[in-house]
Nanobody
């Protein structure tokens, strides 16, 4: 069992940066692939970024490629999402997730992830 807790959300202006953190407890985060998703009311949860459990591969949604970076600090058992050049359309609740399947690819479907955090709100004003 893994418990994930996100932090770092907030209200920022367009063009600003934020770094979200996701701290795991219960088991080492390093044995899971990490994913960040986001969701707005009435919409499906969408993939934002993923980090392969080996730590050697990342994947991003086209909408955030070049602006967002996913990373992990195994010593702190924490994954991060660095978000730069934020846009109003990035506004959403952001969720951290852990995928225990030792696959070769980075899953982009929410159904592939076993554990989820409670979410943190990111609001970008124009």
């Amino acid at each position: 069992q893994v418990r994930l807790v996100e932090s770092g959300g907030g209200l920022v202006q367009a063009g600003d940066s934020l770094r979200l953190s996701c701290t795991a407890s219960g088991r080492p985060f390093s044995i899971y692939s990490a994913g960040w998703f986001r969701q707005n009311p009435g919409k499906e949860r969408e993939f934002v970024a993923g980090l392969h459990w080996r730590g050697d591969r990342t994947g991003y949604a086209d909408s955030v490629k070049g602006r967002f970076t996913i990373s992990r600090d195994n010593a702190k058992n924490t994954a991060y999402l660095q978000m730069n050049i934020l846009k109003p359309e990035d506004t959403a609740v952001y969720y951290c997730a852990a995928n225990g399947a030792l696959s070769t690819s980075i899953a982009q479907s929410p159904t592939a992830y076993d554990y989820w955090g409670q979410g943190t709100q990111v609001t970008v004003s124009s």
